[in-house]
């Protein structure tokens, strides 16, 4: 699509120059969506201690696998920066510049803008080369939260210190616009056309906000653009018609919704005569996020995705259901809006609280910025940054707030991605195909999980705090990334396998159930000819029907389930915590078992599931040639 508009356009016939936003000064804009509780947050960041980021924080990455240490003092500034400059474009008083100069004039300094867990492992050294800028997704939101900076408080900041407007325009020219002009190996480009993922749109919709911002010299704003449409072309591509992002809800914050923000940028800069919300891909790429909504907060969580969307992403939510014009889209922004904060922000402030603790006792942080972290109010919890967002977010609240109630589809196909929801009474279920090559992958194809009144009770843990190991060729090592910690089989003791060749078959949405085939998810050593799932949700129960065909005439299976609701054995069936029974039929000797899981160790699991274990339910037999076990999961009202 983009780069067939480039062969029918000139870029030079489009004039770029309309505001993206209006700026701070203009007043009648934003002291109508004036906001006190934003300002009283940002209250707390006057007289700021700023973190310093030490040369060893970024060490300890490639010498222990430690991410946190260089990403606390790291986002902490960008949070108070985002939150600092938002407030003073509600006020604009001058009240607050003290503190924005500080902050843009410790982010100036800082070495790299990245994280340490992104540096290029090739790249020899202990600490980034500054002759040798990297652009990965935080260096790009950081250029970006800069640019935007700079040009809502462009006349605050040259009456009260003009230096810093040269000073960030040098660091913008020298670690984005320079660099990015002059690379194409950057793996997130997409030249090499392997590895497309969110990196692509997410950074290139920063880098754009920077040139449209920034840059002054036309021919170098076309080259950019030029360029940025060949790059963004090869992230469009890999998605399917449907536009499922296999990645997850909150992940597709950052891949369908950056995309969004490309094109968005485009339009609002053209006056609307670069559109790209008429291609129907793109759109239904917008939809994705409330084809997979469960309710009270919760998405379908597949891959690293975790089961709630970072609580600033309804700006965007909003801001794309308006340019689809999909009421349905803007409506789920309410939800993620008030669901968010009234449940999730607490358990993200107490976890935020657990990280900040740990490093202020371990002596990481000096107490003084511990401190202003812990009172943070949770309402505007990281908010500021994502600037462009948070500026949005000040537009929209009101009129999200305004917005009628989300109304969830009852069921809903993802043919391409091979993702199914459907709803029965107060029962949600959604089952997945797919490969296990996906983004973010897990090995899970087949995988399910079950809702009721919108809480969970079979789900998938998700992923933890990413770590060195995360992103090696040890994943699938970790306990959370394997099928049998997934609602899937263990078939003749094996486990699926990783791999796009270890896929699903057949996945469908119809005759009341959702129905999937993976024995091709498995290795030729579980011996499995054919295995079929059908899963049918009613208003009383979900029913589990796993049909089995192998090659040798005795099998051993494991049937697992993962609920975060602590259980018994009762009767030889199994009695959850809540009311919830899950029983088994089919082969005479089904044994059950329980494994527990401890994740108290972990902030991404507590703050997703609210308990410090989770539990895995067994169904163990013995299988002919050709098995069939159904098991039935119940609530007793």
């Not at 800082?110 to 080369?129: Q, R, V």
């Not at 029907?545 to 090659?551: A, G, K, P, S, V």
């Amino acid at each position: 699509m983009f780069q067939t508009w480039l062969k029918n356009h000139r870029l030079q016939d489009f004039d770029f120059s309309a505001p993206l936003l209006p700026a701070a000064c203009e007043r009648s804009v934003w002291q109508a969506v004036y906001d006190a509780e934003l300002i009283k947050s940002a209250e707390r960041y006057l007289a700021f201690d700023w973190p310093v980021i030490k040369a060893t924080d970024f060490m300890a990455f490639k010498g222990e696998g430690n991410r946190i240490k260089q990403e606390n003092p790291h986002f902490l500034r960008r949070q108070a920066l985002g939150l600092l400059v938002l407030a003073e474009t509600l006020e604009y008083k001058g009240r607050f510049l003290p503190d924005i100069v500080n902050g843009l004039f410790a982010v100036c300094e800082e070495t790299y803008w990245g994280l340490s867990a992104h540096w290029p492992t090739e790249t020899p050294g202990n600490i980034p080369d500054v002759q040798e800028p990297y652009i990965d997704l935080f260096a790009a939101e950081t250029a970006a939260m800069l640019a935007w900076a700079e040009y809502m408080l462009y006349d605050a900041l040259r009456n009260f210190c003009p230096e810093m407007i040269e000073r960030i325009e040098y660091e913008l020219e020298r670690r984005t616009i320079k660099p990015y002009l002059s690379h194409r190996d950057f793996w997130w480009m997409g030249y090499h056309r392997t590895g497309i993922n969110n990196w692509n749109p997410w950074i290139l919709s920063n880098v754009l906000s920077v040139f449209l911002l920034v840059e002054k010299k036309r021919y170098r704003l076309d080259k950019a653009i030029e360029k940025m449409f060949l790059e963004i072309q090869y992230f469009y591509d890999s998605y399917a018609p449907d536009g499922g992002c296999d990645e997850g809800a909150n992940y597709w914050t950052v891949a369908g919704a950056s995309l969004f923000e490309f094109v968005d940028q485009l339009y609002t800069a053209t006056g609307g005569k670069i559109n790209f919300f008429t291609d129907e891909k793109i759109q239904n790429m917008g939809r994705f996020a409330y084809h997979i909504y469960i309710g009270n907060g919760y998405f379908v969580n597949y891959a690293d995705g975790p089961a709630r969307m970072a609580p600033a992403a309804f700006s965007v939510i909003y801001h794309l259901g308006k340019r689809i014009g999909d009421e349905r889209l803007m409506c789920l922004a309410k939800e993620v809006l008030v669901e968010n904060t009234q449940r999730q922000l607490s358990d993200i402030d107490d976890i935020f609280r657990q990280n900040v603790t740990e490093c202020l006792l371990k002596g990481e942080v000096r107490r003084s910025v511990a401190e202003e972290a812990l009172e943070t109010d949770k309402t505007y919890l990281n908010i500021g940054e994502k600037l462009r967002r948070g500026l949005y977010a000040c537009l929209y609240r009101r009129a999200v707030l305004e917005s009628p109630d989300f109304v969830p589809e009852q069921e809903y196909l993802l043919p391409d991605l091979q993702v199914a929801v459907m709803r029965r009474g107060r029962w949600f279920v959604s089952a997945k195909g797919g490969h296990n090559s996906e983004g973010h992958n897990h090995n899970d194809v087949g995988n399910f999980i079950a809702y009721f009144d919108k809480k969970p009770v079979l789900i998938d843990a998700g992923v933890g705090v990413y770590t060195r190991k995360t992103f090696s060729a040890q994943r699938y090592e970790i306990w959370s990334m394997q099928s049998c910690w997934h609602n899937c089989p263990e078939v003749n003791g094996a486990a699926q396998c990783a791999g796009k060749t270890y896929a699903a078959g057949n996945f469908s949405l119809e005759d009341g159930g959702i129905g999937v085939a993976f024995a091709g998810a498995y290795p030729k050593a579980a011996g499995i000819v054919q295995l079929k799932r059908r899963i049918i949700p009613t208003e009383e129960e979900i029913t589990i029907q796993d049909t089995y065909r192998f090659e040798a005439e005795k099998n051993q299976i494991t049937e697992h389930l993962l609920t975060p609701l602590p259980a018994v054995i009762e009767s030889s069936v199994f009695v959850l915590e809540g009311g919830y029974s899950v029983s088994a039929e089919g082969p005479a000797d089904i044994a059950l078992s329980i494994d527990a899981m401890d994740i108290s160790y972990d902030a991404n699991f507590i703050n997703s599931w609210k308990t410090d274990k989770l539990f895995r339910l067994n169904f163990s037999f013995s299988a002919e040639k050709n098995t069939e076990i159904t098991i039935v999961l119940r609530r007793k009202l």
